[in-house]
Each structure stands twice: as C-alpha cells, then as structure tokens.
T-cell receptor
Framework: GESVGLHLPTLSVQEGDNSIINCAYS??????FIWYKQESGKGPQFIID???NMDKRQGQRVTVLLNKTVKHLSLQIAATQPGDSAVYFC????????????WGLGTSLAVNP | DGGITQSPKYLFRKEGQNVTLSCEQN?????MYWYRQDPGQGLRLIYY???????QKGDIAEGYSVSREKKESFPLTVTSAQKNPTAFYLC?????????FGPGTRLTVL
C-alpha cells in the first residue's frame, strides 16, 4: 500500500549568498546523478548532471560535487537569486535498476530578499 | 517545438469514476514514465515503459493502468480502485538517463 512520505526539508538563504543543497544516495553501483529544480505547480527541470567518473562539474552559477566514498552529492548555487526559490531533487541511476531514476526526498529552497 | 505535453492541466473526477490522463512526446524518446506527487513530497513512480508495447509497474502501481501502443503516447488511467487519487501527476520521457518532464496534471476527486 501507499505510505505517507516525510515533508520536505527547507533551506532558507539571503539573496546573494551561496546555497548548498545536500543529498545522500543509496546505491554504491549508481553511475549517473542528476539535479532537478521544481517550481510550484510545474514539472521538474534539469539543472545539472554528473557521472561517477567525475568528482565535480560546473554549470552556470551551479556546481555539483560527488563524493563516492560517503555516497554524497551536493548542489551549490552561487549568488542565489529569488528566482532560485524552488524544490530541488537529486536522483541517481545505474545499470542495476534498469536505469530508472531513484529520487531523493527533495529540499525546498527559500530565498529571502 | 520539441517537448512533452500533458492534458488536461486540471482534472476533476467524481468518486468511483475512471479517468485517463494524456501524455504525448515528440522527442523520439523510447522510455516514458508516470509519477505521482503529493503536496510537499517527492516523486513516486507509478509505471514506466522502456519501449513500445511494453511497460512495467513502478513503486505504486495499484489502482492505475497504462498502455504504450505508440512511441509518442503513454496514457495513464486512474481507476476507481485507486483509493486516494487526488494528486499532481507528472509524465516524463528519456532517451538515455536524463528525464524530461511535462507540465503535469492536477487531479482532484470530488
């Protein structure tokens, strides 16, 4: 049957500060990781991804760090803006699960002006 | 424009009725997915299809059914057996790993 999930953790930052959103993943065999941003009432949008042969990848104002030793993934947003307010999800996948994405719980980011 | 469309955006249903949510993609993706999202929570996989005429149950398939007769289309039927169907439903497609999402359908049971 269905289970009631936990409510999302919230991170609150000041506009202009850097944000760090963390994610612990479950499967040591996962080889691809991805971050999505979901604004209220909309579908998730791709932000950045990283494969397991890398430790760090940078995009525009965003950086993803991967620590395979402790199975930890983080998303850093530089100079956070009000438009960054959203829920951020990490997801992992690998050959062992038919390449389905395994989704994290999500973190709600609130940017204070 | 390439992308995924879902219709309708808002859907109301009476208890005991089946309802079908539409999902269409023109990205030429082989794989398609249906997720359910409840307020303040994450995504839960209902069904997925990795190729035409084939689909598998996800984590919460009970009370739902799907078909995949065409590569472009993956409709989801919410049946009367689904005891708590009010939720936000998201469809996605992928070619390799990254999933592209539609705008979602918000289903409310009256």
């Amino acid at each position: 049957g269905e289970s009631v999930g936990l409510h999302l953790p919230t991170l609150s930052v000041q506009e202009g500060d850097n944000s760090i959103i963390n994610c612990a993943y479950s499967n040591s065999a996962s080889d691809y990781f991805i971050w999505y941003k979901q604004e209220s009432g909309k579908g998730p949008q791709f932000i950045i991804d990283i494969r397991s042969n890398m430790d760090k990848r940078q995009g525009q104002r965003v950086t993803v760090l991967l620590n395979k030793t402790v199975k930890h993934l983080s998303l850093q947003i530089a100079a956070t803006q009000p438009g960054d307010s959203a829920v951020y999800f990490c997801a992992e996948t690998g050959a062992g699960n038919n390449r389905k994405l395994i989704w994290g719980l999500g973190t709600s980011l609130a940017v204070n002006p | 424009d390439g992308g995924i469309t879902q219709s309708p955006k808002y859907l109301f249903r009476k208890e005991g009725q089946n309802v079908t949510l539409s999902c269409e993609q023109n990205l030429n993706h082989d794989a398609m997915y249906w997720y359910r999202q409840d307020p303040g929570q994450g995504l839960r996989l209902i069904y997925y299809s990795q190729i035409v005429n084939d689909f598998q149950k996800g984590d919460i398939a009970e009370g739902y059914s799907v078909s995949r007769e065409k590569k472009e289309s993956f409709p989801l039927t919410v049946t009367s057996a689904q005891k708590n169907p009010t939720a936000f439903y998201l469809c996605a497609s992928s070619s390799i790993d990254e999933q592209f999402f539609g705008p979602g359908t918000r289903l409310t049971v009256l």
